[in-house]
């Protein structure tokens, strides 16, 4: 066979993409990127890579002194084994369903939003305010949509300062983000020492809000609130608004390439700061869920990371909203049988960070490789 006559190995790029050389290993081998991937690839890759994350883990756990199989047991136990430990999961993943869509909103964009904690806590803030000054003069029936709209406002507001950063100067919207994280918890650590200091309290925290103002559960039996719907309702909305309105295209189309973007009429600067008011108003959401529904007043530990989890979340999710609601029941599921986890068995609770870590990485190593096909190389090669 001649050269002409080979297989076709070719890697030629589409039009308008640079050209691309495959990866060779030896004499006889060579990677190539697949112009497609099938979502059947895709899953079998999670699974494997999931199945990776707990193999390393269970190593970890072994080396700790605890019973990997007791351990995961009592971790599987008290994340769904009973009808209240599912609800318990379902009220930890509910802040995370916010911050992932969040993270996936802006990531779909290309826009690199890592100030979900900031948000987080600036929507947490909004909601106390409004729920503060407005006290008992309201009705529950209209104080709570109160409530969710100066949180989302809060949270939307404050990513939409360095959306206007960007987009008018274009800073660089990653370290801007991390900043601001900083920022507002100096300011919300200075608030709660100070003006919003509940009165003769010791710990740096404001008093209740009224209780016109918490939201309510769904079940009698559990903690299971409102939240939970209303952030399913933010997954079908974005979902909508990705795929079935002008602006998702728009969004899509920036994270696809900018510069054809503006070329097609998109207005890139004003797209970018729309993308940052949505991905910070669910952040400032989830955060106002946290104060209305559970904790009923503003502290410094009102968040054990949901706007870095979210990233996570939204990265593993493949920036879907399905995808970002099942991960987000998972990882709430494993925070809350961590707690059960180290009670049985004596497992160091923070392993649970690591296992979430090593998920991350696997998942993403996963995601990489399977965007290339090893092929063998003719005898002329």
Known sequence: MTKSQSPDTSTDPLPGQPPTRPLRFGTKWRFEKRLHVGWKSEAVVLVVAILVAVGISGLLIMASGAGVWDSYKALLQGAVGSRRSILESLVQATPLIFTGLAAAVAFRAKVWNIGGEGQFFAGAMGAWWIADAAGNTLPQFLMLPLIVVFGAMAG????????????????????????????????????????????????????????????PTLFADGRLHWGFVLAIIAAIVVYILERKTPLGFEIRGLGINAVAARFKGISVARTTIVVMLISGALAGMAGMVEVSAIHHRLQLDIS????????????????????????????????????????????????????????????????????????????DG
């Open 156 to 215: 939307a507001l404050w990513a939409g300062i360095a959306g206007f950063l960007k987009a008018r100067y274009g800073t660089n919207e990653i370290i801007v983000t991390v900043m601001m994280n900083f920022i507002i918890l100096y300011i919300l650590s200075w608030l709660l020492s100070g003006p919003w200091q509940a009165p003769e309290e010791f710990y740096f925290q404001t008093v209740k809000m009224p209780e016109s103002t918490w939201m």
């Open 304 to 379: 054990i990371g949901y706007g870095f989890i979210g990233i996570i979340i939204a990265l593993i999710g493949r920036l879907h909203p399905a995808g970002v609601v099942a991960t987000a029941f998972a990882f709430g599921a494993l925070v809350n049988g961590a707690t059960f986890m180290q009670i049985t068995t004596g497992t160091p609770a923070p392993l649970v960070d690591v296992i979430q870590g090593l998920v991350l990485i696997t998942v993403l190593i996963g995601a990489v490789v399977v965007q290339y096909r090893i092929r063998r190389l003719s005898h």
